[in-house]
């Protein structure tokens, strides 16, 4: 057994999926994988690894990291897995935020076989897609593993290009209720006209009270609803005035 004991995911962003016309989750679709699918996989993730060959430094990481979400998408997309193939990588996201679980798959002086066997015990605990588990063996044979929370980002992304989804992050002091992040998300999809939109949470202190709403390309645009917002604004029209009393 594997000497490191990994935890049991514990996702703290939450995320609802505005369709278009329906709030409904679409049906998990189970799948039987051939030799194929594997092989096929590998076969993708080699090519994708030769065609970055020419890059250096993060430019590197970025095209390698991009290449291989690019060729997770497309297993997934041919077998009808998109959506429960997005969940595992989630789950891998924030199973490889923990420091414990990077240290160990980084560690030179372990061999494969065991973090083979970390991978089995992950993907047997979290209910992993075939491919899924498949996707982490190579990563780790081909030692790039350390490029997974990249490659997460990378698939986030290729993930809502496939499915025509606006991806809007809502920050706010206290968990919000269902109900509001479903307003918000329809006030989203209004602005962006996108076919769905998914929504991540996360909390933040400092906002003093109220919430933010990130979306567009990279988080480009911004609604602040935040009580830090108005003080920050307060100050500053204070300032002005003293300028203005000044002259």
Known sequence: MASLQHPTASLQSKHVLIP????????????SFPRSTFSALK?????????SNGA??????ATVASSYASALADVASANNTLDVTAADIEKISELFSDPKVSDFFSDPTLAVEKKRQLVDEI?????????????LYILVDAQRIDLINEIAKEFELVYNKLTETELAVVTSVVKLESQHLAQIAKQVQKLTGAKNVR???????????????????????????????QLEDIAAQLELSDITLAV
């Open 43 to 51: 076969l993708k993730l080699a090519a994708a690894t030769r065609r």
């Open 20 to 31: 278009g016309k329906s709030l409904a989750q679409k049906p998990t679709l189970t799948v």
């Open 123 to 135: 993907a047997e605990s979290s209910g992993f897609q075939p491919h899924t588990r498949n996707f």
């Open 199 to 229: 929504i991540k949470t996360l909390l933040d202190a400092s906002l003093v009270a109220g919430f933010t709403v990130r979306y567009g390309s990279s988080g480009s645009k911004l609604i602040d609803m935040s009580v830090r917002k």
């Open 56 to 61: 250096a430094g993060a430019r590197m990481s």
